[in-house]
């Protein structure tokens, strides 16, 4: 559902001035269980410069968030999960990195690792083991970032792991904060 408001123009943003390292903390708390379970170790780190307070959506980051973190531990079987917020001062963004030691992803397909579904085939080589899901989440939180006006990347070496960066701007546009009526 997520998927197709954000298609159609319906889902608006919730722009406010959030505390991100708050609201990490708040997600990062929901997978401590599964993270222990795993016996993964979770590192956070925060850069020194970080801002305080952000405009933003609250509901998409912690959903984007949420999303990538879940993703991280599902295909991590040892090791460590990362999130890691930073500020880039001289193209004024702020970036949220989750990054995991997990299974990884091909080369040959991160350029559609965003893509719907591709999750599907993506998880069928990972030794042959599938891990459920719908493969829309990702797609999801490229449409979320994109709404944001901001951008995300994403690195991999298969078997050692996958980093995905978040870039927000750290203005968003006034008509992200202003919608103009229609």
């Known amino acids: ?27 990062l708390m929901i997978f401590e269980p599964l993270l222990q379970e795993k016996g993964l170790y979770l590192r956070k780190e925060i850069d020194p410069d970080f801002p305080e307070c952000f405009l933003t959506d609250p509901m998409q980051v912690r959903s984007i968030l949420t999303n990538l973190l879940s993703n991280a531990v599902k295909f991590t079987h040892r090791g460590e999960v990362r999130l890691r917020l ?34 599907r085939v993506v998880a069928r080589e990972v030794k042959g083991k599938y891990i459920e899901g719908t493969g829309l989440g990702l797609a999801i939180v490229k449409k979320m970032v994109t709404a944001l006006a901001g951008r995300i990347e994403v690195a991999s070496v298969p078997g ?16 992200l904060i202003y919608p103009i009526p229609k």
């Open 1 to 27: 559902m997520d998927l197709a408001k954000l298609e159609s123009g319906k889902k608006g943003l919730q722009v406010m001035e959030v505390n991100l390292r708050e609201l990490t903390e708040k997600v």
């Open 86 to 119: 930073g500020r880039r001062v001289e193209r004024q963004e702020v970036f949220l990195e989750v990054s995991d030691t997990g299974v990884g992803i091909e080369p040959a397909h991160l350029d559609k690792i965003f893509e719907e579904y591709e999750q």
């Open 160 to 175: 050692r792991g996958t980093a995905f960066t978040i870039l927000l701007p750290e203005q968003l546009p006034n008509e």
